[in-house]
Structure formats: structure tokens, C-alpha cells
């Protein structure tokens, strides 16, 4: 390639070393594509081009749409895709290298390739996006979001529909039983997993830089792909539309949520999720699927009943979650702790957003908090303590006015966790994290025992009963 050049910066030599090095590219598949690279970069770096001729734009077209193709994932991780979405050459240039880049922007894509690929990406994506915020060009910018979604996202999705949905993207009222059942592995109808798989990043990547507005106009573009990751079998896909669930969900119209059905349909989706949990499902899959589908969960709730006159509404709906997946899973998790952890932790979230009407799980929750810290060999696993004691603290911060009325299941449950601390010689750094927190947890619920004569009752007769009790029940 190097006597392809030239001293000059003409741009004829230009398409002329473009059009000689695509062709010798696509002809001999032996020359490593990094020689290519090579030569190109060489080239360009050392014969600026100053002109803006016609040669010189259909030279940059088609060495921009070349090396799209070779780069693109669809060649390198799957089979051809059989829905081409480039009609008799007339795709638009920019759409397919906006596609190409953001195939390219999440970390965990196996052929994104590290991260300085994914950098360079990301960074070509924001000076194009800032180029046009500068100019003015929203029209165009709602226009490369669309042909996206139109072109290169609905042909990959459209034979694998979800049959409750109508063409408006709504809840469909009478759906139709499904003839045509489709496998998970039939290629055919699911291009968008066995032939184009990073088109789903694309679709990530358009979802995050749409606005309430464009996803109320194109409604039918967005919701179809979702609903169909979301029920795929596979356990790495349900995770990926619960994210692309919540990037639909921080921008949606609540009134679009409910006025079209499918916040129900989302809810009774995603339900099912919570007990993918071991033996049966495998616990390096059961965690990340438990820990996305609870926050999708929770977040599809507030976005469906965002107004104090849907509060009812609202928490009927987070106590089927908690009656549901918490309780259930609990019961199911067996002596699986990080399993028993991330219930906690969702727990404590549950909480939180419950607030005041978490009081009728007391009787659920604290139980089932008092089991994990009073646990024969709970200090084995601190996390899960650390996490319990969180729970109460959610519980404490929350539900308050009712701490008096359990402070006998809770006591129990401190007490004896602190004990065991206490009598541990050489406790590790989770050790030390637990006993702070127990402490903190019983300073608060003596502030909130105050001048009530049986609870300060209570707590001097178990400070008499054990010393190691002194420094913590301080009345």
C-alpha cells in the first residue's frame, strides 16, 4: 500500500488509494485487517486533506461504510443477519456509524474488547451528539433516533413479538393464543440474538438519549423489543431488558404506563422473577437476576402511581412484591447467605419506599431478622448481619412508633449477635463493621424507649443479668 501514495494531497489520489485498498481488503481475507488500519492512518496522517471536492466525500463515504462492515459485531460473533435493514444502498451513512459506535459502549459486550475501545466509541458519540446540541439540529438528532429505531431495531424484533401486544404497542385485551410458538433456539424468528446481537447495546444506547416526548410519539417502536428481551429464556437477556425496562421508566409518561395496560403487563412479567432462586436456578445467575428484577420492580411501581392519589394503588402493589419475593424467597433461600443478603437488602429498600405502611411486615420482617443475627454460626458470613442490622435500621427509621411495642423481638436479636461478638478474641474488620452497627442500632432504640418506665425496666434488668450488655444498653 505504501506506493499507493503519493507526495501530494490531491483528492483524487485519495479515492484513488480508498477504492484500491477496499477492493484488495474485500478480495484477499489473508492480509491481517490491522495492515489495512495501518495504512490507512499512515496515509491520512501524513496527506491532509484540505479540500472538501466531491471525490474527496465519496472517498471518506466509502471508506467509512468499509470499515463499519469489518468492524461491526454481526460479522465477527454471529451469522449474517437474514433481515437486512440496507435497501438498495440507500441507507444513510450517519444512522449505520451511530449503530456501529454504540454497539461498542457497554463494558460487558464480549467483543467491545476492553476499554479503550469502548472509550474511543463513546467519545466519537459525544462529539457528534455535541455537534449537533451546538447547531441547533434537534429535528435531525429525533430523526437519527427514529430511523434507529425503525431501521436498524423493529426489523430484528418484528417475528418475535409478544402476542399481548397490539401494533399501538398496547395491552392487547383479547389476545390471541399463539400458533406459531417460537423456541428459544429458532434463529429464524430471533435475529436479534443468534444473528445481530449487539443490536440490542444499540438499543440500549438509543433508549438512554430519548426524551419523554419521542418516546410517547414512537410508543410501537420501543415497547415490543422489551416485552420480547424481557421473556426471553435466557437469564443474561432477562437481565438486560429489566436495565432497558428502567431506562424506559425514567422517561415514560406514567399516563401512557397505565393508559396503555402495560405497566400491568411489565408487573406480571417481571413477578415471576423473584423466585429464580437455587437449587434450581444456578446462584451466580439467581443474584443478578434478583438484584435487577427488584429494582425494576420497585421503580415500575413509583412510576405507575407518582401522585399521592394513587398511594393506595401504590402499595398494594409493593406488598405483593414483598409477599411474593421476599417472604417466598426467604423461605426457599434455605442456607444460602448471599441469597439471604440481597433479600435484606431489598428489604431495606421495600422499606423505604413503603415508609409508614411497612408496619403490618413487622410481624414477617422482624421475625425473620431476628433468625438471621441470633444464627448459631451467623459470624461465619458478616455481610448478611451488616445487612440485617440495615434492615433495622429501615425498620427503626421508618416504622418507629411501633419499635416499643417489638423491642422484645428486637432486643433478642441484638443482644444475642452482640454476645457473640463480644466473646469472638481476634474479630475480623466484618466483625468489628457489625458490632458498630449493633451499637448504633441500640443507642437509637434506647432514644426511643425514652422515660417509657417498662422498656427502661426492661433494659436494666438485662444489663444486670449480663455485663457485656453495659456499654451498649446505656440507660
Known amino acids: 500500500m505504501a506506493n499507493s501514495t503519493t507526495s501530494d494531497?490531491?483528492?483524487?489520489d485519495f479515492l484513488t488509494f480508498t477504492a484500491k485498498l477496499v477492493k484488495a481488503a474485500q478480495k484477499d481475507a489473508s492480509v491481517p485487517l490491522e495492515s489495512h488500519f495501518s495504512a490507512i492512518e499512515s496515509y491520512l496522517h501524513y496527506h491532509i486533506l484540505n479540500t472538501s471536492s466531491a471525490d474527496n466525500h465519496a472517498a471518506a463515504t466509502q471508506l467509512q461504510d468499509w470499515i463499519i462492515s469489518v468492524i461491526s459485531p454481526t460479522?465477527?460473533?454471529?451469522?449474517?443477519?437474514?433481515y437486512g435493514t440496507v435497501k438498495d444502498g440507500a441507507q444513510e451513512p450517519s444512522a449505520s456509524l451511530v449503530a456501529c459506535l454504540a454497539s461498542f459502549t457497554d463494558a460487558e459486550d464480549p467483543w467491545t474488547g476492553g476499554k479503550e475501545a469502548r472509550g474511543l466509541a463513546k467519545g466519537m458519540l459525544s462529539?457528534?451528539?455535541?455537534?449537533?446540541?451546538?447547531?441547533?439540529?434537534?429535528?435531525?438528532f429525533e430523526k437519527l433516533i427514529v430511523e434507529l429505531l425503525r431501521e436498524h431495531v423493529k426489523p430484528l424484533f418484528v417475528r418475535s413479538k409478544s402476542p399481548i401486544l397490539t401494533d399501538a404497542g398496547r395491552k392487547a385485551l383479547s389476545p390471541l393464543p399463539d400458533g406459531n410458538k417460537i423456541t428459544d433456539m429458532d434463529s429464524s424468528n430471533k435475529p436479534w440474538k443468534f444473528h445481530s446481537p449487539h443490536i440490542v447495546t444499540v438499543f440500549r444506547w438509543v433508549l438512554a438519549h430519548m426524551t419523554s416526548t419521542l418516546v410517547s410519539a414512537h410508543w410501537p417502536l420501543v415497547i415490543p423489543p422489551i416485552l420480547t428481551i424481557l421473556d426471553d429464556v435466557s437469564i443474561a437477556y432477562k437481565i438486560r431488558g429489566c436495565q432497558l425496562l428502567q431506562l424506559l421508566l425514567d422517561v415514560a409518561p406514567a399516563s401512557l404506563l397505565e393508559r396503555s395496560g402495560l405497566g400491568e403487563v411489565f408487573h406480571d412479567t417481571l413477578i415471576p422473577y423473584l423466585l429464580y432462586l437455587p437449587s434450581l436456578t444456578p446462584e451466580e445467575e439467581s443474584l443478578p437476576l434478583l438484584d435487577a428484577t427488584y429494582d425494576t420492580l420497585i421503580a415500575l411501581t413509583l412510576a405507575r402511581y407518582p401522585t399521592s392519589e394513587s398511594g393506595a394503588k401504590k402499595?398494594?402493589?409493593?406488598?405483593?412484591?414483598f409477599r411474593y419475593?421476599?417472604?417466598?424467597?426467604?423461605?426457599h433461600a434455605g442456607e444460602n447467605v448471599r441469597i439471604a443478603k440481597l433479600l435484606m437488602e431489598k428489604s431495606s429498600d421495600l422499606v423505604g419506599t413503603m415508609g409508614i405502611y411497612c408496619v403490618r411486615h413487622l410481624k414477617d420482617l422482624l421475625p425473620m431478622v431476628s433468625a438471621t443475627l441470633t444464627a448459631p454460626f451467623a459470624l461465619a458470613y458478616p455481610p448478611l448481619l451488616t445487612a440485617a442490622l440495615g434492615l433495622l435500621r429501615a425498620v427503626i427509621a421508618k416504622a418507629w412508633p411501633r419499635v416499643g411495642y417489638h423491642r422484645g423481638e428486637i432486643l433478642e436479636g441484638l443482644l444475642v449477635c452482640w454476645c457473640r461478638t463480644a466473646d469472638d478474641d481476634e474479630p475480623s474488620d466484618g466483625v468489628l463493621k457489625v458490632r458498630a452497627d449493633i451499637e448504633e442500632v441500640a443507642r437509637t432504640i434506647v432514644r426511643i424507649i425514652g422515660d417509657d418506665e417498662d422498656g427502661r425496666s426492661d433494659l436494666r434488668m438485662l444489663k444486670d443479668h449480663d455485663s457485656r450488655l453495659q456499654a451498649i444498653l446505656a440507660v
Open 9 to 12: 494531497s490531491d483528492p483524487q
Open 75 to 82: 460479522d465477527i460473533f454471529a451469522e449474517e443477519n437474514p
Open 127 to 140: 462529539i457528534y451528539l455535541k455537534d449537533l446540541e451546538e447547531e441547533g439540529k434537534a429535528r435531525e
Open 315 to 321: 402499595i398494594k402493589a409493593l406488598d405483593a412484591i
Open 325 to 331: 419475593g421476599i417472604l417466598k424467597g426467604h423461605a
